[in-house]
């Protein structure tokens, strides 16, 4: 079979946002075929053009491209286990931060210790969880509750684990209910260690194209085009091993720490007491090793690492385990007149770790701050970034108190900074990750502990820093109240502002007050993603203080916010009371619509489906901090698009439009950056309602910069740009045009199409932000002009 002569096949490859959508939708046709892929994520045609580039015969012209349409919904929101994704939250966040650092091209160093912070606050966060549950199964449970007759005899399933009850049973000795409630922790660390292998298996062991790396001596070049960085699963494998083997030494310490302590008091065993040292020695010795696995290596993007380092995948966790196998046995022993009192010494676990992640954090910050002052690369001549004209809606209140300079704060290179909380987003968001991780934690811990004491009198509870955290909540809300009614008062004036533009615009006299005010409130509603630097700002900061004002509060006093409030005055008293109690409910009804939520995922897709949405955004990046977070859909998609572009263009010569919606639109870009340097030149990109520079370019500057989009704006044949000022997502790209093309944005689309009724719309023409692109006749002819910038013979007229 002939293939299609090179100058009349064109091909139009569809990539979906956020959200997915079906073939049938994409193609806007019933009858659709799987031309290459699975039930993951699949190429589409309509059932007409199965061989329209192939077959002889082909009539369609150069100016009727074949459509296909690239599905990966199904990466992000497939089967009913997508909601255990759920508890993954903070460890996705946490990776963020990795991939938020600003750009510096010459601190290779710096930028090493960057990700090395992070990573480290990543390994802290899986031990946080893991001691979380500690908390729960071990202290609450088979130590506090199943050692008190009133709580045991409340909750019958636990008297074969108290002594009052079981009549001083076998298992009612304290070190062997705490061996037998390990075993909840260490499911959990499993559960933690086959989701990440799992899903391992099915993203990052796949392929890309492997090809021979660009040379870097450009300003322009980004890491999204080395060779290796959609395949992590090097990494991955090494921090999972790490992050399996710190969880287990976790549970093992929780268990051990009892044991030991009893051993050393007067009367101890001698024998017992020289095994618990031997014993935590081995623990430290083994924590140094997980710690040292986790800073020994980084990313390898220059080339495909294909090697796995499978005896350290292995043994680490292997090692870590029979230590915890161990502590079991030596905690189970019998030891006479051991009773359990008290609580476990749970608030120097979670004060240690709430101390670490602060010094992290700020080390981060410090670090970050460097990187941001560093002498930044230029962008290509002729990009002149930033000439695109702002949107007319957030030229003004877009960036409320300078959290993002639009253009007064010049780079030592001339660089325009758009950079995010000014190079602060990665460890603003670390922090908050830290602050989630914390309140998650603290809410099974209050929860549980309310259930099993229902009168509140008999359990010691949790341990007193979880409650002050919790006390410190209610202010926090508070504070964000305060915040969400500043934003609001500006939305409503800029609702108002805006009222006269788009009257100005549609040019109607006396227009319809109602319609002009629910296009004005669209385009200030849609500005609202303009100030999430300052909503980030505010609550990293405030969750800053109040965190090491609970640590000062526990450390300092030893009790919860109430008792430490009972000699102070009234006002105070009452205050701490109602923080505590709000505090304390509010973490409880967190934890119910969270577990309410995750069930109802776990049983409609359409729930699930809206998870997916999250984890659209924040999966895009690999997993390069925390193995346990959310797979990358991207180490899927992006060699997808890759493969199928440079197979199509090499099989048929023909001319080809990567067409991409919101995240799609990224996607449609990290691919282009992969494609050999002539492959890319053969491909023209077109992108609707496309977060690429108004989110990926301000808080991820180091791989969607100005440099690297000028870059790309270079390397292929031509891009062009549309959006609305009433989309939330979508913005321009802000690259303006020279010999490597046109100018990439086209004016903002009307949106409505019609202000009222007329000839082509007779009836109402809706709203659409950040939908239905194509819908809009400027989709159509832009794909024309790419179309046929793609064939040289043919003069076209320049934008």
């Not at 493969?643 to 001319?655: K, S």
């Amino acid at each position: 079979m002939e293939p299609a002569s090179a100058d009349r096949t064109a091909l139009e490859l569809l990539v979906h946002g956020v959200g997915g959508a079906t073939p049938e939708k994409m193609l806007n046709d019933p009858r659709t075929v799987r031309i290459t892929g699975d039930d993951t994520a699949a190429v589409y045609r309509r059932a007409d053009d199965v061989t329209a580039d192939t077959g002889p015969g082909d009539d369609r012209g150069r100016d009727a491209p074949v459509p296909e349409a690239y599905v990966w919904s199904n990466l992000t929101s497939g089967n009913g286990t997508r909601a255990l994704w759920l508890l993954l939250l903070p460890f996705m966040v946490v990776n963020l931060a990795h991939w938020m650092r600003p750009a510096a091209r010459e601190r290779i160093r710096t930028v090493r210790l960057y990700g090395l912070l992070v990573r480290l606050a990543a390994l802290s966060l899986t031990v946080l969880l893991v001691a979380a549950a500690c908390e729960v199964a071990l202290d609450l449970t088979a130590w506090q509750c199943a050692g008190t007759p009133a709580c045991a005899e409340r909750h019958s399933w636990l008297g074969f684990l108290s002594p009052a009850v079981s009549n001083d049973g076998w298992w009612s000795l304290p070190g062997r209910r705490l061996a037998l409630a390990a075993l909840v922790p260490t499911a959990l660390t499993g559960l933690l260690w086959y989701l990440s292998h799992r899903t391992w298996r099915a993203y990052e062991s796949q392929e890309p194209l492997d090809r021979t790396p660009e040379p870097e001596n450009d300003p322009g070049h980004t890491a999204l085009g080395r060779p290796g960085f959609w395949y992590g699963r090097r990494l991955v494998a090494r921090l999972r091993a790490a992050h399996t083997a710190a969880g287990l030494l976790t549970v093992a310490a929780a268990v051990g720490t009892a044991a030991v302590r009893q051993d050393r008091r007067p009367g101890g065993s001698a024998l017992l007491a020289g095994l618990g040292r031997l014993l935590e020695v081995s623990l430290v010795a083994a924590a140094l090793a997980t710690v040292w696995v986790v800073c020994r290596r980084g990313r390898s993007e220059h080339r495909l690492d294909r090697s796995l380092d499978a005896h350290l995948v292995r043994r680490l966790p292997l090692a870590a385990f029979v230590l915890l196998a161990l502590t079991l046995v030596y905690a189970g022993w019998d030891r006479p007149g051991w009773t359990s009192e008290g609580r476990l010494p749970g608030d120097a676990t979670f004060g240690g770790l709430a101390l670490a992640q602060g010094a992290l954090v700020i080390a981060l910050a410090v670090v970050a701050r460097t990187l941001h002052h560093c002498p930044q690369e230029p962008a290509p001549p002729g990009s002149a970034v930033g000439s695109t004209a702002p949107r007319e809606t957030d030229a003004a209140p877009a960036d409320p108190v300078g959290l993002v300079s639009k253009g007064v704060g010049q780079g030592a290179a001339g660089r325009l900074d758009r950079c995010a909380l000014r190079g602060l987003g990665g460890p603003a968001v670390a922090l908050l990750a830290c602050a989630l991780g914390g309140v998650m934690s603290g809410g099974v811990s209050q929860r549980v502990s309310d259930w099993l004491d229902g009168t509140g009198t008999s359990l010691d509870g949790p341990p007193v820093l979880l409650t002050w955290q919790a006390s410190a909540i209610p202010v926090l809300i508070s504070v964000l109240l305060v915040l969400c009614a500043v934003l609001g008062r500006r939305t409503l004036l800029l609702t108002r502002a805006e009222q006269d533009k788009v009257v100005r615009e549609y040019g109607v006299k006396t227009g319809d007050p109602a319609r002009t005010r629910r296009i004005a409130r669209a385009r200030a509603m849609a500005t609202l993603t303009d100030r999430a630097p300052l909503l980030v700002a505010v609550t990293s900061t405030a969750t800053l203080v109040l965190g090491a004002g609970a640590i000062v509060g526990a450390f300092s006093t030893g009790k919860t916010p109430v008792q430490a409030g009972q000699t102070a005055q009234p006002f105070v008293h009452g205050a701490a009371q109602t923080a505590q109690a709000l505090g304390s409910w509010l973490i409880g009804l967190g934890f119910v619509l969270f577990v309410t939520w995750g069930r109802r995922a776990y049983k409609d897709p359409s729930a699930r489906r809206t998870i997916g949405i999250l984890w659209d955004v924040g999966t895009f990046w690999p997993r390069a901090a925390h193995p346990f977070a959310p797979p990358c859909y991207a180490e899927r998609a992006v060699p997808d698009l890759t493969w199928r572009m440079a197979t199509w263009t090499r099989a048929t010569g023909g001319r080809l439009v990567i067409s991409g919606h919101s995240q799609g639109s990224v996607l449609a870009a990290a691919a282009a950056w992969q494609l050999q340097p002539s492959d890319r030149k053969r491909v023209a990109l077109l992108t609707y309602g496309s977060p690429i520079e108004r989110l990926y370019g301000r808080w991820f500057p180091a791989h969607f910069g100005p440099a690297a989009l000028a870059a790309l704006h270079e390397d292929i044949d031509c891009w062009r740009n549309l959006y609305r000022l009433t989309d939330p997502i979508g913005g321009p790209v802000r690259l303006s045009g020279d010999d490597c093309g046109p100018q990439v944005d086209r004016e903002p689309l009307a949106d409505p199409l019609a202000y009222g009724r007329t000839a082509e719309h007779p009836l109402p023409a809706p709203i659409l932000g950040h939908s239905d692109y194509q819908a809009d006749p400027a989709f159509a002819q832009e794909r024309e002009l790419l179309l046929g910038r793609l064939r040289p013979e043919v003069p076209v007229q320049r934008v």
